[in-house]
């Protein structure tokens, strides 16, 4: 079974972030996995897409993802066809934002599912920095039943990842437990 | 030096193809390591230097000011008896250019990572083969990576292939697709590496003995010089099997100067070389469900070629050639290689160039026609006329 899942953000954002943790947490419980971005030339604040693919078997293909089954947008800005686009209609998507994006979504003919946290605020508030790449796989772990990766897996990866800034491992996995709790499913 | 069912020590790394050439020239921890760095390669300059100042590896890590400077800074150190390693990309490896028949002619075993990405002009930072391939005369033998576990892989085995036979390698990825790709990699415990890639001992260095390097050759012996190279890299081939072979032993991997994918009973075969390879086996995986005799042949080793195990591979096959180079005014290199084989039914398929896209529905459509005896013999694809 091979999963596919697209990350909206901005450079510098750190939706590759996002990606990479995704996959590492896969790659920790035994799955074969691949992530990467797609790049143009280098500017902070461009939109920038990440995808993650996790399967039971290797992946063999570099080509493109097919179809997003999980869609994760780290800025509400970046809301367009682009976020819709190649989704089936048991499409989970996550969007960071304080506001009811229902309306735009279903205007650009989305009708899967729509999952909203505000993971700014969260990280401002856990963090102290707007740094929400890993506190919004909280909110995908709970609106994907923890059937992509798993909980205790994740948080275990965070301290890996954080290993050389461990005053930021805390703040990180509360801001994780956080969106986990305060996802809507709108 | 390896018993037989000794147990593997390797490790899951999540690495991009850039992180897995430096994860392994940090367990090379080669003497001398000279940096240029340019995209799409960058990270594997980042990756070693930051390797560097936490003191995992103790190399010398010189910084300069231009491709053509680190290639000459790796010339003095090889001379000088080091092991040495650097990296680049694209217009990098071209400025590099002067340097690089001087290193093969002095016979010096430096390896150097290569990620493949176009050359200006226009300018365009993503994957083709037209860096590398353009350096495929100059003496140095050239290897092409699949995926980042191949990237880490033949960094093993070219610091040794290339000592043992005296001559420079060039380890080629595909830019971004591998070089900026997570997988899973295994790894060996650093213990392990050391012991494969031993110590560096050369015959003569500049500093121990009392020889020149670089000397005037004019008509009476330039040309013996050059006997020497082309005896070196036939020497090459054949050291390439028995080090990939003993590689092998420590970590499973897919051996021998190709990898041959579903071939032997193919009425229809693909000749293509890195990334692109594993979108055909996912191919091939569908077609052969829907009873499509077709495979595979991806080449690892491109310098020095293995024409005759090429030939026998592709024999009495429909032969589908997929270049992501092409040499202006001629047929595109990797075709003309397995031309010159002796491989008769044989089709050019040229993909790819500045990173376009090739897609899974692209090759599925180039077999299928190929079946059906209605592919041309030069055919490009995804391009606008």
């Known amino acids: ?186 | 030096m390896y018993k037989d069912g000794e147990e593997m020590k390797t490790i899951i790394k999540a690495l991009t193809g850039n992180g897995a050439a430096a994860y392994a020239m940090k367990q090379i921890n080669p003497d001398v390591v000279a940096a240029y760095p340019i995209t799409p390669s960058t990270q594997i300059m980042e990756d070693f230097s930051m390797y560097h100042a936490n003191g995992l590896v103790d190399s010398d890590l010189i910084r300069v000011e231009s491709e053509h400077s680190a290639m000459s800074a790796c010339v003095g150190a090889s001379a000088a008896g080091a092991r040495v390693m650097t990296a680049t990309s694209s217009q990098g490896l071209g400025y590099m250019f002067e340097v690089l028949p001087v290193v093969s002619g002095l016979r010096l075993p430096i390896v150097v990572n290569i990620v493949n990405r176009s050359l200006s002009a226009p300018l365009n930072i993503h994957c083709d083969h037209g860096d590398s391939m353009s350096a495929r005369d100059l003496g140095w033998i050239q290897i092409y990576a699949e995926d980042a576990q191949e990237v880490y892989i033949n960094n093993l085995l070219a610091i040794r292939l290339a000592e043992k036979v005296k001559l420079p390698i060039m380890l080629m990825q595909d830019g971004f697709i591998t070089s900026h790709c997570v997988i899973g990699v295994d790894v060996l415990d650093d213990a392990t590496v050391k012991k494969f890639v031993g110590n560096y001992n050369p015959e003569k260095t500049l500093l121990k003995d009392d020889i020149t390097i670089g000397t005037l050759a004019l008509t009476d012996y330039y040309f013996e010089f050059r006997l020497q190279q082309i005896k070196a890299m036939n020497e090459a081939k054949k050291e390439f099997i028995k080090i990939d072979n003993e590689l092998n032993k420590i970590i499973k991997h897919s051996t021998g100067y190709f990898e041959e994918y579903k071939l032997k009973d193919a009425k229809a075969a693909i000749v293509v070389m890195s990334s692109t390879a594993g979108a055909v086996k996912e191919v091939i995986n569908d077609l052969r469900s829907k009873g499509k005799k077709v495979g595979l042949l991806k080449l690892r080793l491109f310098r020095p070629f293995p024409y005759e195990e090429i030939k026998k591979a592709l024999k009495g096959k429909k032969v589908i050639v997929m270049d992501r180079s092409i040499s202006l005014g001629a047929n595109c290199p990797l075709y003309s290689e397995i031309k010159n084989s002796g491989v008769s039914n044989i089709h050019s398929i040229i993909f790819g160039l500045g990173g376009k896209n090739i897609y899974d529905e692209d090759i599925k459509d180039i077999f299928e026609r190929a079946l059906k005896n209605k592919l041309k013999e030069i055919e490009y694809i995804g391009v606008r006329e």
């Open chain 1, 1 to 186: 079974m091979l999963f596919e899942i697209r990350i909206h953000s901005r450079g510098g954002s750190g939706g590759k972030t996002t990606g990479q943790a995704i996959a590492e947490t896969a790659l920790s419980e035994k799955k074969w996995v691949q992530a990467y971005s797609e790049y143009g030339p280098e500017r902070a604040g461009a939109p920038v897409q990440t995808y993650v693919k996790i399967s039971d078997k290797k992946i063999l293909s570099y080509s493109g993802i097919k179809h997003a089954e999980i869609v994760i947008v780290l800025d509400d800005s970046l809301i367009d066809e682009k976020v819709v686009y190649n989704v089936p209609s048991t499409c989970i998507m996550i969007v960071n934002t304080n506001k009811d994006v229902k309306p735009v979504l279903k205007k650009l003919g989305f009708n899967g599912y729509i999952f909203t946290v505000d993971a700014t605020k969260i990280a401002l508030d856990m963090i102290g920095k707007n740094l929400p790449s890993l506190a919004i796989i909280g909110a995908m772990i709970k609106a994907s039943y923890g059937k992509i990766i798993k909980m205790n897996a994740f948080k275990d990866r965070i301290k890996k990842i954080l290993e050389e800034k461990p005053d930021m491992i805390i703040p990180n996995i509360k801001a994780v437990e956080r969106t986990y709790n305060e996802v809507k499913k709108l």
